[in-house]
C-alpha cells in the first residue's frame, strides 16, 4: 500500500456544493501541506498544519489534522469553478520538511 | 508567482541522451529540492541541496545528480536517459534550513521532460 492515501481519486461536484478531500498516511505526520495543481503545472500552496487538532482555513477552504489517526482533511464550502484543479496532500514524515511524499492527488471538477 | 522560475518549460530528447534542467530560486532560499511527478501521479522526491550539497536523496539511481549554486540557481542532471523519465520535473524551494519544518516550499511550474 502507498505511504500517503488520498481519497477520492476524483471528484465531480455541481457549483456551491461542499466537498472533502482525505488524506491518510501509514507514516507519523511531522507536517501535512496542501497544494492545489492546475493540470501539467507548479504546485500553490495552501495551508500547511502541524499540531494535532489543528485546523487552518483560507476564503472557503477549511483543512484540519487528525494527528492520532495520522489523516488530514480539506473541506471547500460553496465550490466554484475557481476551485477546480488538482489536490495534493504532501506529508513530512522523516523529519525534513523539504522531503515531501506525496498523495496521488484528487481531480476536482466543478460544474457550474 | 511563487518566485521561482525553471527552464526550460519543455523538452524532448532520446533515450541514451542526457538533459539539464535548472531551476531559480528567491533570493535568500538556501534549500531546493527537486521532484519527479509521472502523469496522473503525485510528485516524488528525487534529492535535496542545502548550501550546495546534498542533503538528502530519494529512491532514485545514480544518473539523477544535481548542482546548487550560490546565486540561487540549481539544476538537475539525468544521464542515460529512459523512457520512464518522461515526467514533470518540480524544483521546490525554501528558506532557512532543510529541517526547519514550519516553513513550506514554494515550486516552480515545472519543466515537462518527453523522452521518445
Known amino acids: 500500500s502507498q505511504e500517503l492515501e488520498q481519497s477520492p481519486q476524483s471528484l465531480i461536484v455541481q457549483e456551491g456544493k461542499n466537498l472533502t478531500i482525505n488524506c491518510t498516511s501509514s507514516k507519523t505526520l511531522y507536517g501535512l501541506y496542501w497544494y492545489k495543481q492546475k493540470y501539467g503545472e507548479g504546485l500553490i500552496f495552501l495551508m500547511m498544519l502541524q499540531k494535532g487538532g489543528e485546523e487552518k482555513s483560507h476564503e472557503k477552504i477549511t483543512a484540519k489534522l487528525d494527528e492520532k489517526k495520522q489523516q488530514s482533511s480539506l473541506h471547500i464550502t460553496a465550490s466554484q469553478p475557481s476551485h477546480a484543479g488538482i489536490y495534493l496532500c504532501?506529508?513530512?514524515?522523516?523529519?525534513?520538511?523539504?522531503?515531501?511524499?506525496f498523495g496521488s492527488g484528487t481531480q476536482l471538477t466543478v460544474l457550474p | 508567482e511563487t518566485g521561482v522560475t525553471q527552464s526550460p518549460t519543455h523538452l524532448i530528447k532520446t533515450r541514451g541522451q542526457q538533459v539539464t534542467l535548472r531551476c531559480s530560486s528567491q533570493?535568500?532560499?538556501?534549500?531546493v529540492s527537486w521532484y519527479q511527478q509521472a502523469l496522473g501521479q503525485g510528485p516524488q522526491f528525487i534529492f535535496q541541496?542545502?548550501?550546495?550539497?546534498?542533503?538528502g536523496r530519494g529512491n532514485f539511481p545514480p544518473r539523477f545528480s544535481g548542482l546548487q549554486f550560490p546565486n540561487y540557481s540549481s539544476e538537475l542532471n539525468v544521464n542515460a536517459l529512459e523512457l520512464d523519465d518522461s515526467a514533470l520535473y518540480l524544483c521546490?524551494?525554501?528558506?532557512?534550513?532543510?529541517?526547519?519544518?514550519?516553513?513550506?516550499?514554494?515550486f516552480g511550474p515545472g519543466t515537462r521532460l518527453l523522452v521518445l
Open positions: 504532501g506529508a513530512d514524515t522523516s523529519g525534513s520538511a523539504r522531503q515531501l511524499t
Open positions: 541541496y542545502y548550501r550546495e550539497e546534498e542533503n
Open positions: 521546490a524551494s525554501s528558506p532557512g534550513t532543510p529541517h526547519r519544518s514550519q516553513e513550506t516550499q514554494y
Open positions: 533570493s535568500g532560499h538556501n534549500t
